[in-house]
């Protein structure tokens, strides 16, 4: 559900600055970084959990909880990154229309 919510985040942030229509998931969070809405180091993990949650949601019968667990343990702050990220771009968007 988390990564959904990136996802969706995502979406309505390129719909509602008219930029490129995504291709697939993690394509949405390559059109943000080529925006400077995401930082490249966070890219590549972006990328990632959108194709983690591909396998969750098409290839559920396939997904180990423990290797669920260890994402999560290691890559939580991805999320924060993420959110960051997202509010600091609407910061200075909304600083700018000023």
Known sequence: MAIEACLDI???LIAREGF???EDNADVFRVLAEH?????????????MARFRNV??????????AIVYGI?????GDFEAFARAITAYLRRSRASSR
């Open 20 to 22: 490129r229509y995504p």
């Open 10 to 12: 995502g979406r309505r």
């Open 36 to 48: 400077g809405i995401v930082p490249p180091d966070l890219l590549p993990r972006l990328i990632d």
């Open 72 to 76: 999560l343990k290691k890559h939580l």
């Open 56 to 65: 969750v949601v098409h290839d559920y019968v396939q997904v180990d909880d």
